[in-house]
């Protein structure tokens, strides 16, 4: 499989919980973008790598949010304290710069649901 | 904050007949566009773009129309399939940033 991949798919947290998602890009990507999208909106930028070097991190990005690129391969992002707002599907994508203005792959998303 | 708008939900076409999508922006500094399509329980997938010194780009049935004077782009799709029944988003991208800000969606139904 040469896609995003996401993982996990979906999960279920209490309030107050910490949660870690994982997204493995493409291989020869060197971008890598995390977004949020919530119900009846665009997916939201939260932030995003080239390589290992995390270079954008959006306004939405609270001290809650940490976001990791630790090898330039795959990335992990983490929720400290989840609250019910955070309730949301994370979709991460990927993209190679230089190639057709950074067209972006998307994976297919982790749901959070926080109880 | 929205600097990419989406104006119409919802979108239902017969099959054959054309869709036309319509997005339009706010922010004078974006210089690239695109359109994704998404089916549920999936990532949004690329399906054109166009760069903001052309006014037209096509990909076989799929093709986007930029006005820049009116900050307005649409994408028509000819002719309509029944599995081209998806949320399609459009996206922006200022010339300086490598940030994607993205419209709120239409869902296409293509009627058979």
């Known amino acids: 499989d040469t896609g995003v991949s996401q993982n996990p798919r979906h999960k279920i947290t209490k309030r107050g919980q910490n949660v870690t998602f994982r997204c493995d890009p493409i291989?020869?990507?060197?971008?890598l973008y995390w977004y949020r999208q919530t119900l009846g909106q665009g997916p939201e930028f939260l932030t995003y790598?080239?390589?290992?070097?995390?270079?954008?991190k959006s306004r939405l990005l609270s001290d809650r949010f940490s976001a990791e690129r630790p090898k330039g391969s795959f990335s992990t992002l983490e929720i400290q304290r989840t609250e019910q707002g955070d309730s949301a599907m994370y979709l991460c994508?990927?993209?190679?710069?230089?190639?057709?203005?950074?067209?972006?792959?998307f994976g297919p998303g982790t749901r959070l649901t926080v109880l | 904050d929205q600097q990419v708008k989406q104006n119409s939900p919802s979108l239902s076409v017969q099959e054959g007949r054309i869709s036309i999508l319509n997005c339009d922006y706010t922010?004078?500094?974006?210089?690239?566009f695109l359109w994704y399509k998404k089916y549920p329980a999936e990532g949004p997938t690329f399906l054109i773009s166009?760069?903001?010194?052309?006014d037209k780009n096509e990909d076989g049935r799929f093709t986007v129309f930029l006005n820049k004077s009116a900050k307005h782009l649409s994408l028509h799709i000819v002719p309509s399939q029944p599995g081209d029944s998806a949320v399609y988003f459009c996206?922006?991208?200022?010339?300086?940033?490598?940030?994607?800000?993205f419209g709120t969606g239409t869902s296409l139904t293509v009627i058979p």
């Open positions: 291989s020869e990507h060197n971008r």
């Open positions: 166009i760069s903001s010194i052309k």
């Open positions: 994508a990927s993209s190679l710069v230089g190639y057709a203005y950074n067209e972006q792959f």
């Open positions: 996206a922006a991208r200022p010339l300086t940033g490598n940030q994607f800000y």
């Open positions: 922010n004078s500094m974006f210089d690239y």
């Open positions: 790598f080239q390589n290992e070097a995390q270079l954008e």
